[in-house]
């Protein structure tokens, strides 16, 4: 079995609140624009960090981080970019990617929203973990940590914190 941490836009801000929720987690999954390689850095330092580049990525963080991460974890294939869309409104440029080989959860970031959905269609975890740091519209930040035991996803739970707290 393992925990894992999920967060995207965070925009080189990293909130101490994360380090508690992230404590128990064996790892972390970032949906892009980390904000810096110094960021990316420091999560990996605190957890082993599985993560892709988004837009305000600058060639730094994109030498590191690719636009697509497709992994196993236990039994389940995870497939991660930033900009992917939403459940029936899929951005034109991960279509390619689910229809090589659909994964069992789909990760992306970008819209600061947080969702998540089983996508009946696409036949996957759809995960949208809206966005951590404080650039953005969002008034909330928010992430997520769920456990992966074999196939099973399961105890999914939402941090959040009002921003400017």
Same mark, same amino acid.
């Given at each position: 079995?393992? !925990?894992?941490?999920?967060?995207?836009?965070?925009?080189? %801000?990293?909130?101490?609140?994360?380090?508690? %929720?992230?404590?128990?987690?064996?790892?972390?999954?970032?949906?892009?624009? /980390?904000?810096?390689?110094? #960021?990316?850095?420091? $999560?990996?330092?605190?957890? *082993?960090? =599985?993560?892709? &580049?988004? @837009? /305000?990525?600058? &060639?730094?963080?994109?030498?590191? &981080? *690719?636009? %697509? !991460?497709?992994?196993?974890?236990?039994?389940?294939?995870?497939? =991660?970019?930033? /900009?992917?869309?939403?459940?029936?409104?899929?951005?034109?440029?991960? =279509?390619? !990617? #689910?229809?090589?080989?659909? *994964?069992?959860?789909?990760?992306?970031?970008?819209?600061? $929203?947080?969702?998540?959905? %089983?996508?009946? !269609?696409?036949?996957?975890? &759809?995960?949208? *973990?809206?966005?951590?740091?404080?650039?953005?519209?969002?008034?909330?930040?928010?992430?997520?940590?769920?456990?992966?035991?074999?196939? @099973? /996803?399961?105890?999914?739970?939402?941090?959040?914190?009002?921003?400017?707290?």
């Amino acid at each position: 079995m393992k !925990q894992i941490g999920i967060l995207s836009d965070t925009h080189g %801000f990293w909130d101490e609140g994360l380090t508690d %929720f992230f404590s128990t987690c064996d790892e972390i999954w970032h949906a892009g624009d /980390i904000g810096s390689l110094e #960021l990316a850095d420091k $999560i990996n330092a605190f957890k *082993p960090l =599985m993560a892709v &580049y988004g @837009n /305000i990525d600058d &060639y730094k963080v994109r030498r590191v &981080y *690719p636009i %697509f !991460q497709r992994f196993t974890v236990e039994n389940v294939e995870v497939l =991660m970019t930033h /900009i992917g869309g939403r459940p029936g409104r899929y951005d034109k440029g991960i =279509m390619e !990617q #689910l229809k090589q080989k659909s *994964p069992n959860i789909f990760v992306c970031g970008h819209s600061h $929203i947080l969702t998540v959905k %089983f996508d009946k !269609q696409k036949n996957f975890l &759809y995960i949208n *973990p809206g966005a951590a740091g404080n650039s953005g519209f969002h008034h909330v930040k928010t992430a997520l940590r769920l456990k992966i035991d074999g196939k @099973n /996803i399961s105890d999914l739970e939402v941090w959040e914190k009002t921003r400017g707290r």
